[in-house]
């Protein structure tokens, strides 16, 4: 890799929201039937992707990606190279579950070296309740197991970061970005605001190419929005209130206990 040219940008963090993650379909006659060639004993097709939020573009930070399959699949470790616009993604057919381990290969001007995510593969809903099962369906029977993350750079290096920063519009320029753009700027107005001005890509979603902006609401097969957010905040914020509950009521027993002890201490020593 080619050294990085520049000085890195001090105080400034760019994160880029990503989703990767597995789909995994039953064969059957009528919707999923196994294509010729197939071993008689797989049971599903599958894939897994690594991919922007909202199918934005994400090749402009990720290069390429590698997956590494179980060791009984044949070829068992596949690098997908970034094609502009297009996912990293692997198509596949098996009988079992296991643990996929996806290195990310950065763009050379990040200068990052590659870093890896663990994912398991899910041919099967699970859950508690059937509920909780068909939350992993999809389209009729597709099992979904997809999760968001968020790439953050730190302090990235000017080259990249004139990379990271030549799309979107500047958090600054438009309520458009809610102020996602994806620059957290520590250091007292450290990042720059070049790209005032600048007509903004729309992808079909809403969401800014080159941000790191998150859709508003949900739409089928795109769980990760504002909207999600919103309802995992409150989740927290309840369970945030019921652990506190729960801890004044330990609280109140320990004072009362302490109490108790006291005083057959006291009735202890009186005898
Ligand atoms: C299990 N520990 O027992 C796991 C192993 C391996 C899955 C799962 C083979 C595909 C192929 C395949 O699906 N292996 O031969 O191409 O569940």
Redesign the pocket.
């Known amino acids: 890799m080619a050294p990085p040219t520049g000085k890195r940008v001090k105080g400034v963090q760019i994160f880029r929201p990503f989703v990767y993650g597995t789909t995994a379909k039953p064969f059957d006659e009528k919707t999923n039937p196994k294509p010729p060639g197939v ?1 008689e004993d ?1 049971t599903h097709s599958w894939t897994v992707f690594v991919k922007g939020i909202d199918d934005v573009d994400i090749t402009y930070w990720l290069r390429r990606v590698q997956f590494k399959l ?1 060791e ?3 070829n068992h470790v596949r690098m997908i190279e970034g094609e502009k616009g297009k996912p990293f993604l692997l198509h ?7 643990e996929i381990a996806i290195k990310l290969y950065y763009v050379p001007e990040s200068a990052e070296k590659p870093q890896t995510l663990y994912h398991h593969l899910r041919l099967h809903p699970y859950g508690r309740t059937d509920e909780e099962k068909e939350a992993m369906r999809l389209n009729g029977g597709q099992v979904i197991s997809w999760a968001y993350e968020e790439q953050l750079f730190n302090e990235p290096y000017e080259p990249f970061y004139e990379v990271l920063t030549s799309g979107a519009l500047s958090s600054s320029s438009s309520s458009l970005s809610h102020n996602r753009t994806g620059s957290k700027s520590g250091g007292g107005g450290k990042g720059k605001d070049k790209d005032h001005g600048k007509q903004p890509v729309r992808s079909e979603g809403g969401v800014l190419e080159k941000s790191a902006m998150i859709p508003l609401t949900n739409r089928p097969g795109l769980p990760f929005s504002r909207e999600t957010e919103q309802v995992e905040i409150k989740k927290l914020q309840e369970a945030l209130v019921k652990v506190e509950e729960l801890m004044n009521k330990t609280k109140d027993e320990v004072a009362r206990k302490e109490k108790r002890l006291k005083e057959l201490k006291a009735e202890a020593a009186k005898a």
């Open positions: 071993p797989h179980h009984s699949i044949p596949e057919t098996g009988w079992g579950e296991f």
